[in-house]
Antibody, heavy 121, light 107 residues
Framework: QVQLLQSGPGLVKPSQTLSLTCTVSGGSINSGDYYWSWIRQPPGKGLEWIGYIYYSGSTYYNPSLKSRATISVDTSKNQFSLKLSSVTAADTAVFYC?????????????WGQGNLVTVSA | SYELTQPPSVSVSPGQTASITCSGD??????VSWYQQQPGQSPVLVIY???KRPSGIPERFSGSSSGNTATLTISGTQAMDEADYYCQVWDNNLGGVFGGGTKLTVL
């Protein structure tokens, strides 16, 4: 059974960089069968896809966040990470990592437990 | 931009059929997936590829798509189905796009 376990601080100061990590168990990022995404959800609001990474390191970002988001992968640890720079209060959200299917129907079939990240001084 | 429009809320009586719609100008060009999110929990995939159900998802969940509208149907709705539901497509320019979500109330 695939599991995604997220880690990272719950509080970030404005203008700083948010950093989160997602560790995958029950499957290998190296398999190349999936993308690995980050998705966020502001409190009381809907879901927003941030971007994904492939095991090779290739990435694809939501154009609205492309200038601030960086996703990286460490296949030796079976982990992938998100950095979001220059955060403001508007970036306060629950962040999720998710396994992302490839092919004609791209969807998110396994999700991490979520991390609430609050941007506040 | 690519917008997916869902009704903010839908109400259904227990045992009845609930239908949640998702509309978008280019919806017919994309496969639609649906997610259920219980309060305080991570979303769960309930339908993908318009009509396919992941293993472990009850048969009462079904999906359809015609033209610019996709529909998630829950037959014999149970109290445990009360949740937020989101549709999602993949756009080659924008990546993952979600609808605004629909709160399903079972009363």
């Amino acid at each position: 059974q695939v599991q995604l376990l997220q880690s990272g601080p719950g509080l970030v100061k404005p203008s700083q960089t948010l950093s989160l990590t997602c560790t995958v168990s029950g499957g290998s990022i190296n398999s190349g069968d999936y993308y690995w995404s980050w998705i966020r959800q502001p409190p009381g609001k809907g879901l927003e896809w941030i971007g994904y990474i492939y095991y090779s390191g290739s990435t694809y970002y939501n154009p609205s966040l492309k200038s601030r988001a960086t996703i990286s992968v460490d296949t030796s640890k079976n982990q992938f990470s998100l950095k979001l720079s220059s955060v403001t209060a508007a970036d306060t959200a629950v962040f999720y990592c998710a396994r992302t299917s490839t092919g004609t129907s791209v969807h998110f079939d396994y999700w991490g437990q979520g991390n609430l990240v609050t941007v506040s001084a | 931009s690519y917008e997916l429009t869902q009704p903010p809320s839908v109400s259904v009586s227990p045992g009845q059929t609930a239908s949640i719609t998702c509309s978008g100008d280019k919806l017919g060009d994309n496969y639609v997936s649906w997610y259920q999110q219980q309060p305080g929990q991570s979303p769960v995939l309930v339908i993908y590829h318009d009509t396919k159900r992941p293993s472990g998802i009850p048969e009462r969940f079904s999906g359809s798509s015609s033209g610019n509208t996709a529909t998630l149907t829950i037959s014999g709705t149970q109290a445990m189905d009360e949740a937020d539901y989101y549709c999602q497509v993949w756009d080659n320019n924008l990546g993952g796009v979600f609808g605004g979500g629909t709160k399903l109330t079972v009363l």
